[in-house]
């Protein structure tokens, strides 16, 4: 009879054994970066944006009168700092044609009613830049109240005996932080 030998090899790890573990979570982590510039802005919606004040002088009554022009929500303003607000004129003069008026004839008032917080001044209008509102609050839309008036003793010294017209300057408002 024949001898059979059956060898039976058995590997137990002598390779070696790896372990798979079934995980029931994972976890990750990304970091999330909120970047801030300092912003400041006049609203488009402003009512000085590109709008119009008129004084009509027409009569006896309107040249012997004190004029007043009140623009509510004339500027809104966003600023993530504290600011002032500066006004100025383009130029020395209203003007119509050949003809002119100075503009320090207008003074141009910050005046309570709007949200914005500041101190508000009130300027006589000149080419140079001056405060109109100092250390206003930050803030998102701020609105600012603005009156414009031409004293009665100007509009008769000034005015009286200028040629009839439109006379036309523009003012510049300008928003800085502090």
Known sequence: MKKQIFIVALSLGALGTKQV???????????????????????????????????NYGNTKDYNSSKNVTVPNSLV?????????????EGAHFVSGANVIPVDILQVKAIPGGSLVGTLNEVTLSANDQ??????SLGTKQSLNIAYSISAEKASKVLLGKPQGTYTQKITYTATAL
Request: glycine share 6%; charged share 15%; hydrophobic share 45%.
């Open 77 to 89: 303003i966003i600023s993530s700092k504290n600011f002032d607000v500066k006004v100025k004129s």
């Open 21 to 55: 573990m079934a995980q029931n979570s994972g976890q990750m982590s990304t970091s999330v970066n909120i970047i801030l510039s300092d912003v400041i802005a006049m609203d488009i919606g402003s009512v000085a944006s590109e709008g119009t004040v008129d004084f």
């Open 131 to 136: 405060v109109l509102v100092s250390n206003a």
